[in-house]
Structure formats: C-alpha cells, structure tokens
C-alpha cells in the first residue's frame, strides 16, 4: 500500500489487517509513535490524519492511502524544534517520556484551530492522552506556552 | 486480530450487496460496514468480533450535513462527530447534540467516529467485552456475567435476565430527545425508522441490538426543524470530568411560556439498555410552574421504574438529581 508520511509517499508491503501504528513502527521503524493500550485509551499512539489527531491503534492503514499521515518525526527537527517541543522542554512537562510524542501531536491540534486557548480548553484536548508519571500541570503550562510563543512568531 | 478480506467500496450499492451476503447485521455478522472503526477495530482486537470480511464505507458520498427545505437537517452517517459537533446550525439549533458529542470520548475519537457509528456504538460491560466471560450479548446463552458480577456502571432500565448492559452513547441520547429519524438503505430499497424503534430491548435475544438487516447500510440521520422558542441541553454526570462513559445523563429540550412548561421532550443516558425517553416525567412536566417542587417531582417520577442492580443503587438518585439540574439548566433556574 503507498501512505503519505511526513509528506513523504512510501510504498509499504502491509496486510490489510495491519493497524496505522503497526505500519508506523513495525514497517517504517518511526519508531517515535508509541503503542501503550493499543485500545484506544491512552493517546501514546496519536498521529495527525490530515491534520486532525487520531489515535493510530484503532487505525487500519489501509484506509489511509488517502490520506496525509504526520508522526512525531514530522513535527519538529533536532536542530529547529517545534515550539511545543521547546516549551515542554523548558517546563519540564515529562518524566519518562513514554506519552510525550501523542501529547505533542494533541496539542499541535488543539493549537491549530485554537490559537489562544484557555487553561481548560487544553486539559480537555490532552485528556484523551494520559501520563502515568502526572505531570499534567507541566503539560497545560508548557501548552499555553507554546500557544504564546506560536503567536508571537507565525 | 483474526485476518479479514479488506474491501474499499465505491458505491452505496456495492457495499449492500456485499452486506446483504452474511447472514446476520447483529452480533457476530461476517461482514462488516468500517467507517470510523474506533468501536469495531477494538472489538476485533478483543476478538469480540470476527468478521470475516471488513467494507470500508468511508469512499462514499455520506459525508454533508444538509439543510432541508422543511427546516430539518440531514446528516450524512459518514459525517464526523467533532465536525458535528462543531456545525454553526448544530451549535445554535440544536445545542442538546453539539453538547452531546462533546462531553463524549476524546478530541481524536470524535475526529474519526462518526454519526452511523456512534448510533451503533456496542456496550462497554467489561464482561461483552472479555471473551473469558460468560455474556449473552457476545455468546448468546451463555448466560451473564454481569448480573452478579461488578455491575456499578450498568443498567437499571429496560434490563432483563439475560442483559444488563448499557447503551453508551451519549449522541444516542440526544438523538432520542431530538425525535431523529433513521435513514437505512438495504437490498430491498430506503427506509426510514424512527428513533425510538431503532434501538432493541434485550429480552431474551440481547445480541440483536438494532433492527438492521443483513445489507442494511445507515446513510442518514435527520432532525426535524428546531422548536421556536425552545431550549436544550445535555448534562453527563461520570466519574471523571472528561473522556469517560456516563453514569448517568440527561437530553432536554424545554419550551416555556408564562413561567409554564409548554412542550417537553427528555430522554436519558447510562441508565438504560437504550437511549430512554422519559414520557412520564414529560407529560407531568407539560403544563406545570417552572419551579423546584415541579422540576424534582418530574425526576423521580422518571425513574419510578428503574431496578437497581446489586451495586448501582447509586443511579437511581444520581439520575434524579442529573435530570433535575438539566431541567434547572435548561429553564435558566440554574446558570452553568
């Protein structure tokens, strides 16, 4: 099947039956998306489908040939962060990191058709995304943040 | 996950036919409409479900949400809950729906989730949900672990011994207030159900949970024109504040005239073994001052019927006290 990643095409030899994250991983090795529940629950999976989050467990891949598929990988890159990740960094908002690449992605959303949010805006956005280190505090101060910083340079 | 034959269907027509080939739409039908797949890839993962082959409705050409020339609206069943939840008309016309779908889920399932969906989404009763499990639903016969099992979350409507699972849908809630109609192709022509008779009690057959048929493929929801002067809201009570399942909720639209209720329609959520209509309570309220006595007596008549189960005694008075405060919501007696 060919899946639009990062904007790049690739042909991918994957079953039908092949979740959108088992390609991810497994097939390309973007090893950045995260399987934790594999259910639905906990957002460790979450990517951006044409721009919107989704969590990429309950995806199957074939049904993304249409589709524009971002990971984590196309979000920032080391030498030129994304705002979110330079926020995250300096408000310290993981521990273990585990959850951060589907934390990430649901914030970029949410600040893509919410460019000023509130403090509950964005705990309703990430409460699809869950820390099992807590450091949900740290995560709303390093969204609004970013938010800030993504206003100021556009 | 069991491997299934993966179809991408280009018309409506080719995705009945296919359908219409199994032999049952219910509880372990071989075939498979996929739309959002957020209930039925994690059913088969679970091994709740096993079809054998998966149509992937998601081409077709059910994706608008339309005006109609008498006032309603129609909805295409492909048409995203986020996106619903989020159309200007929905918002101001129909804000029991948008507030429906927004207290449900989470921002990237209602991104994918859609309204054909969500109107078949399948009970989460953790014992449907385990195959170790005894479940009636999954395995007809044989019997329900849930009964005397951890039933906190569970029904105390339209239960029978065989079921007491809940309908989780909080759009299904609305839905039910809002009087929608069901829009259902098949191999034997359109249909339109309403919304009250799509959904099934469980009685004894709890695996046969709408009165879809084989081929059957649901391409529209409608509502009619919103009431003048009318006033509606959703109020979900759960154990957390988001991304978690009602315990019990409340679908009201309430008309008011000269400190009177006038027309009123209620329906409830994560109480019932389907989205349920309070009639009585309705026909007390119609009529009645727009007060506290009126408002709590309306609510407790509404869950006169409700049974209990060995751990969800709780709902019964979480349920008055949900449907009263979304009474006191809707008639401005209480501000949110």
């Known amino acids: 099947m060919r899946l639009t990643i990062n904007g790049v095409p690739r042909d991918v030899p994957a079953g039908d039956h092949e979740t959108l994250l088992a390609v991810i991983r497994e097939r390309l090795q973007l090893t950045g998306t995260k399987e934790g529940c594999a259910r639905g629950e906990c957002g460790a999976c979450t990517v951006l489908i044409d721009g919107r989050a989704a969590y990429s467990c309950l995806t199957l891949a074939a049904g993304c040939a249409d589709s524009a598929v971002t990971t984590i990988e196309g979000l920032g890159r080391a030498d030129a962060l994304h705002p979110l990740q330079q926020a995250f960094i300096e408000q310290d908002a993981l521990q273990c990191g585990f959850c951060t690449p589907g934390q990430l992605l649901a914030a970029a959303a949410l600040i893509a058709r919410t460019p000023r949010p509130s403090e509950d805006d964005v705990r309703v956005a990430l409460s699809g995304n869950l820390c099992r280190c807590g450091t949900y505090p740290k995560l709303v101060r390093a969204v609004m943040q970013a938010a800030e910083m993504m206003r100021a340079e556009p | ?336």
């Not at chain 2, 395995?139 to 699972?165: F, H, K, V």
């Not at chain 2, 506290?292 to 509404?302: G, M, N, P, S």
Request: glycine content about 8%.
């Open chain 2, 1 to 336: 996950m069991e491997r299934f034959q993966y179809t991408r269907a280009r018309t409506i027509p080719e995705a009945i036919g296919i359908g219409a080939q199994a032999t049952t739409a219910q509880q372990g039908a071989p075939v498979r409409f996929l739309a959002g797949g957020t209930t039925l890839v994690d059913l088969m993962k679970l091994n709740v479900e096993h079809p054998t082959r998966l149509v992937d409705i998601n081409h077709l050409a059910l994706n608008a949400i339309e005006h109609m020339p008498d006032g309603g609206l129609r909805i295409g069943a492909l048409v995203r809950n986020a996106a619903l939840a989020h159309d200007a008309t929905v918002m101001k016309d129909y804000r029991v729906l948008s507030e429906a779908l927004l207290s449900g889920a989470s921002a990237q399932l209602r991104n994918v989730a859609t309204t054909g969906g969500n109107l078949l989404q399948r009970t989460r009763c953790m014992y449907f949900r385990n195959t170790a499990m005894a479940c009636n639903k999954r395995e007809p016969g044989s019997g329900c672990s849930a009964i005397a099992g951890d039933n906190r979350s569970l029904a105390i409507l339209g239960t029978s011994p065989q079921c007491i699972a809940t309908n989780p849908s909080d759009m299904n809630v609305a839905l039910a207030a809002l009087d929608a109609t069901v829009q259902v192709q098949g191999s034997k022509g359109e249909r339109t159900i309403p919304f009250r008779d799509f959904h099934l009690l469980p009685g004894d057959t709890p695996h046969r949970e709408t009165v879809l048929e084989p081929g059957d493929l649901v391409t529209h929801v409608t509502l009619a024109a919103p009431r003048a002067g009318a006033t509606s809201r959703y109020l979900k009570l759960r154990d957390r504040a988001s991304y978690e399942f009602a315990l019990a909720s409340a679908a009201v639209i309430v008309e008011v005239s000269g400190g009177r209720f006038g027309n009123v329609s209620i329906a409830m959520g994560g109480i019932g073994t389907k989205p349920w209509r309070m009639t009585a309570a309705e026909q007390a309220l119609a009529g009645a001052p727009v007060d506290e006595a009126t408002i709590v007596r309306a609510a407790k008549l509404a869950l006169a019927d409700a049974k209990p189960q060995s751990e969800n005694g709780f709902k019964v008075e979480l349920a008055q006290r949900c449907l009263a405060h979304a009474l006191r919501l809707a008639t401005g007696m209480a501000a949110s």
